[in-house]
Every structure is written in structure tokens, then in C-alpha cells.
Nanobody, 117 residues
């Protein structure tokens, strides 16, 4: 059973940065390097939306709303995918979820990001 555990969320002011981490564990985690991974977010009253994705080969893809501010990366040796978020805006506030697959079939529990103006 794959487990994805997000961390790194918190409360920041607009313009500040956060780095989210998603660590994979469980019986199948040894296949991490072959998995496409992604970060999604869901704000209250809104649908879950794709923020950034990264292929098994490391190629990133971003939502237009975060291009130039967010960077997705992966460390296959640590079975971890990261989301570096710079110049945060109040509209970035949401619960951020890590997902495995394209589209994701496994999800983490989410980590809350709050951005004050």
C-alpha cells in the first residue's frame, strides 16, 4: 500500500515562501522513480485543481496561475517530491495534496497553506 505524506504547510504573509514536501512510503515505494507525481490544491467551496506535475523523467508542468512562482522537483533517492512556492498570494491559500499518477490514483492527506494579506 502506497502512502503519501505531505508536510511543510503553514501560515505566511503575502510575498513569502513555503516549501512543501511529499514523502512516499509503503510496500510499493521502491517504484517511486517511475511514478508521475503532482501537487493539487483545494480551496473552500472550490474544486481540487492541478498546481504542478512532474513526469518520471523530471519534466515539470504548471498551472498558469503559478508559473514563474512555484517550482516542482523530485528526489528519487528520498522518494520525495517538493513544491517550492515563492511570492505567495492570498489566492494560493488552500489545502495542498500530493498525488501519484497521471491522473493521480493515490493521494496524501493534505497540508494547509494559509496566506495572509
Amino acid at each position: 500500500q502506497v502512502q503519501l505524506v505531505e508536510s511543510g504547510g503553514g501560515l505566511v504573509q503575502a510575498g513569502e515562501s513555503l516549501r512543501l514536501s511529499c514523502a512516499a512510503s509503503g510496500a510499493a515505494y521502491s517504484g517511486f522513480r517511475t511514478w508521475p507525481m503532482a501537487w493539487y490544491r483545494q480551496a473552500p467551496g472550490k474544486q481540487r485543481e492541478l498546481v504542478a506535475a512532474i513526469t518520471s523523467g523530471g519534466r515539470p508542468n504548471y498551472a498558469d496561475s503559478v508559473k514563474g512562482r512555484f517550482t516542482i522537483s523530485r528526489d528519487n533517492a528520498k522518494n520525495t517530491v517538493y513544491l517550492q512556492m515563492n511570492s505567495l498570494k492570498p489566492e494560493d491559500a488552500a489545502v495542498y495534496y500530493c498525488g501519484r499518477g497521471s491522473p493521480p490514483s493515490y493521494w496524501g492527506q493534505g497540508t494547509q497553506v494559509t496566506v495572509s494579506s
